[in-house]
C-alpha cells in the first residue's frame, strides 16, 4: 500500500510563497503524481500534475504562479506556490496513479493513493 506524507503547508499572508512536499513510500521514478486541493464548501480541484514523461499540468487558477517538480531520488513531489491568494486557501493534497493511458492529469478521480493532506491558509 502506497503512502503519501505532505508537509509544508501553513499560514502566509497574500503575495507570499509557501513550498509543499510530498513523500511516498514508494519509489516515485515513472510515476504520474498530482497535487489537489479542496476548500470549506468546495469541490475538490486538481491544481498541478507531473505525468511520467516529465510533462507537467496546471489548473488555470494557478498557472504561473504555482510550480510542480519531482525528485525521483528521494521520492519526493514539491509544489512551490509563489504570489499566494486568499483564493488558494485550502486543504492540499498530493495523490499517485497507477493508471497509464491518456486521459486528464488534473482529474482526481483517477487517482489510486492519497495522502492526509496540508492545510494552506492565506490571509489578505
Known amino acids: 500500500q502506497v503512502q503519501l506524507v505532505e508537509s509544508g503547508g501553513g499560514s502566509v499572508q497574500a503575495g507570499g510563497s509557501l513550498r509543499l512536499s510530498c513523500i511516498a513510500s514508494i519509489s516515485v521514478y515513472m510515476q504520474r503524481m498530482g497535487w489537489f486541493r479542496q476548500a470549506p464548501g468546495k469541490e475538490r480541484e486538481g491544481v498541478a500534475a507531473?505525468?511520467?514523461?516529465?510533462?507537467?499540468a496546471y489548473s488555470a487558477s494557478v498557472k504561473g504562479r504555482f510550480t510542480v517538480s519531482k525528485d525521483n531520488a528521494k521520492s519526493t513531489l514539491t509544489l512551490q506556490m509563489n504570489s499566494l491568494k486568499s483564493e488558494d486557501t485550502a486543504m492540499y493534497y498530493c495523490?499517485?496513479?497507477?493508471?497509464?493511458?491518456?486521459?486528464?492529469?488534473?482529474?482526481?478521480?483517477?487517482?489510486?493513493?492519497w495522502g492526509q493532506g496540508t492545510q494552506v491558509t492565506v490571509s489578505s
Open positions: 507531473i505525468d511520467r514523461d516529465g510533462t507537467t
Open positions: 495523490a499517485l496513479t497507477f493508471n497509464g493511458g491518456r486521459w486528464d492529469i488534473l482529474d482526481g478521480a483517477q487517482y489510486d493513493a
